[in-house]
Nanobody, 116 residues
């Protein structure tokens, strides 16, 4: 069983920064791909950034150059550094663990609100 716990969300002004963390339990973290997704009110959940088990990354066009995903396998944690935040980044942010042997696991989400 895998449990994911996100933290680091909050209220920030436009142009500000936040760092989200997602801590995983279990022993498969280093073998899994990790992703950050977000869901704004009335919209579908969308991929924000993804990092493979080997460290390859990809980003949604809307966040390229502003967000950075990283992972610490020793700490079993994935991070999302978010800079130059915009009001349209407001959403609930979720992390997802993907590993073919066990499937996908989701965290409970953390709210990010960008507003003046």
């Amino acid at each position: 069983q895998v449990h994911l716990v996100e933290s680091g969300g909050g209220l920030v002004q436009p142009g500000g920064s936040l760092r989200l963390s997602c801590a995983a339990s279990g022993s498969i973290f280093s073998f899994a791909a990790m992703g950050w997704y977000r869901q704004a009110p009335g919209k579908q959940r969308e991929l924000v950034a993804r990092i493979s088990s080997g460290g390859s990354t990809n980003y949604a066009d809307s966040v390229k150059g502003r967000f950075t995903i990283s992972r610490d396998n020793a700490e079993k944690t994935v991070y999302l550094q978010m800079n130059s935040l915009k009001p349209e980044d407001t959403a609930v942010y979720y992390c997802k663990l993907s590993y073919s042997v066990v499937g996908d696991y989701w965290g409970q989400g953390t709210q990010v609100t960008v507003s003046s």
